[in-house]
């Protein structure tokens, strides 16, 4: 059986001024390098363990059916952690991911939460799912983590730079200091046949978290389902804690709220909603107002009577927007379903909810015919 080699963290500066953390992981054909880039004071956070590398090896093993090991320590009890996660995504994709074992020194035990029990950061996109856990996090977070080469691509600097200062207001209206990395992670994780929603996305962002434990106690993932339409998910309440470890506590938010519910509690507030992006599109950091997402955002506020009050969607809604608009999936189905019951039940904008009713009829019949 394969065995993916997790090599020692390495930190050297970039020719664009940021530091490049990365860790080279054998066993493969040709050596495979896992990197993130961040700004030159988070350099101290990052830290000497094979803890940010391990998330992202883990789901490589768990589709490729090879085991893990890692040449540097691991925290406590991030080896179990690593088998439970692969475990539970065995069970969910049974074709596609198997357990994996892991074997690794283990770290001493340390606990910065105990030493800096208010230090916390954010996965932060500046959607629905991350600005609701902004506005409702017990504890603000010290920290917003925004990733390019996630959500944004890295392949234009342009755009990149646009979400930076749009996230930067948001985190000055918020009191808390935007961390912004780069890394080639979800690339790697697509290159080798591993789905982004369904596999990956909530293991690799805790990775992020991992990589900057030296700072952090609480690192928070905003939940994508609540808990009326939880799936299998690779974001989930059962998961993303279990990334948990003596260096870092990860926490699943939001599971609690809806779609809507999120909108809803966003649309009150305009620090939130005067700087929401929900777009599918990548090439700008503007709303399209074209898209699936953006025209079931614009309907559930048209529906909470807030479309008015923000000016970040560029079109006027009307109902021919929906007229080309199909969904495949059924999660994205069932929000579009629950923006069309809002719609019932406020009894604003008829016209929207009868468009509403006929991208759900098209989708359910794509839908269906798709299912084996």
Not at 168 to 175: E, G, I, P
Request: hydrophobic fraction near 40%; charge should be neutral; charged fraction near 25%.
């Amino acid at each position: 059986m394969t065995t993916l080699v997790i090599g020692p963290t390495t930190l050297r500066d970039t020719d664009d001024g940021r530091v490049r953390a990365s860790s080279v992981i054998a066993g493969l054909d040709e050596p495979l390098e896992l990197w993130v880039d961040l700004h030159p004071s988070l350099r101290d956070a990052v830290p000497d363990r094979a803890d940010p590398w391990l998330p992202a090896t883990a789901l490589l093993a768990s589709r490729l059916g090879a085991t893990v090991r890692a040449e540097s320590p691991v925290t406590a009890p991030l080896v179990r952690s690593a088998r439970g996660v692969t475990q539970l995504l065995s069970e969910w994709f049974p074709a596609e991911m198997s357990r994996v074992d892991v074997s690794a020194t283990t770290a001493g035990r340390v606990a910065p939460w105990r030493r800096h029990p208010g230090s916390s950061a954010m996965c932060f996109t500046g959607g629905v799912d991350s600005f609701y856990s902004l506005l409702r996090a017990q504890d603000s977070p010290d920290y917003l983590v925004n990733v390019s080469g996630l959500d944004v691509t890295s392949r234009w600097p342009e755009i990149e730079k646009a979400t930076r200062l749009r996230l930067l207001r948001v985190a000055t209206d918020f009191d808390a200091r935007l961390v912004t990395l780069r890394s080639n992670v979800r690339t790697v994780m697509l290159d080798h046949g591993l789905r982004w929603g369904d596999h990956a996305h909530g293991s690799v962002l805790a990775g992020f978290g991992h990589l900057l434990s030296g700072r952090l106690g609480t690192f928070m993932i905003p939940a994508t389902h609540s808990k009326a339409s939880v799936q299998p998910w690779g974001s989930h309440p059962r998961l993303d804690p279990q990334w948990s470890s003596d260096a870092l506590r990860v926490v699943h938010h939001g599971f609690e709220a809806s779609r809507v519910d999120k909108t809803a509690a966003i649309a009150r507030d305009p620090r939130a909603v005067d700087s929401l992006r929900v777009c599918l599109r990548h090439n700008s950091d503007e709303n399209c107002g074209e898209c699936s997402k953006c025209l079931r955002t614009m309907a559930t506020l048209a529906f909470l009577g807030e479309l008015d009050s923000t000016n970040r969607f560029p079109t006027d809604l009307t109902p021919s927007l929906f007229e080309p608009i199909t969904v495949s999936k059924q999660q994205d189905l069932n929000h579009l379903i629950a923006a069309r019951d809002l719609g019932l039940r406020t009894q604003r904008r008829p016209d929207i909810v009868e468009a509403l009713d006929g991208v759900i009829a098209r989708s359910e019949a794509q839908i269906h015919a798709a299912s084996p």
